[in-house]
């Protein structure tokens, strides 16, 4: 596996620090509120981003790339999208 965009339901989510229930909303939102947390984060710590949009994982991609955040593990289980970065 090791790609760093893998959409796996059964990997092993790491450890994070922050989390962003961004549940309900629809892009940009859930990316704003997860630009806004990864801000006050320390390089290398990982934030998590639950996500409802059916748009989201691609926009996490995209982010991912945009910002040089390495985009750790997405999942996506019963319509709900969970997503780790790891601050660059």
Same mark, same amino acid.
């Given at each position: 596996m090791?790609a760093?965009?893998?959409?796996d339901a059964?990997? /092993? +989510? *790491?450890?994070?620090?922050q989390e962003v229930?961004?549940?309900?909303?629809t892009?940009p939102? *859930?990316?704003? !509120?997860?630009?806004k947390?990864?801000?006050?984060?320390?390089s290398?710590e990982?934030?998590?981003v639950?996500?409802?949009?059916?748009n +989201?994982?691609r926009?996490?991609q +995209?982010?991912?790339? /945009?910002?040089?955040?390495?985009?750790v593990l /997405?999942q996506?289980?019963?319509g !709900?999208g969970v997503h780790?970065?790891? !601050?660059r």
């Amino acid at each position: 596996m090791g790609a760093d965009t893998s959409l796996d339901a059964g990997a /092993q +989510a *790491p450890a994070f620090e922050q989390e962003v229930d961004a549940s309900g909303l629809t892009c940009p939102l *859930p990316i704003l !509120r997860a630009k806004k947390a990864l801000a006050q984060m320390a390089s290398g710590e990982v934030l998590r981003v639950i996500t409802t949009d059916r748009n +989201a994982i691609r926009d996490f991609q +995209a982010f991912a790339r /945009q910002t040089g955040n390495a985009l750790v593990l /997405q999942q996506e289980d019963d319509g !709900r999208g969970v997503h780790y970065l790891r !601050r660059r």
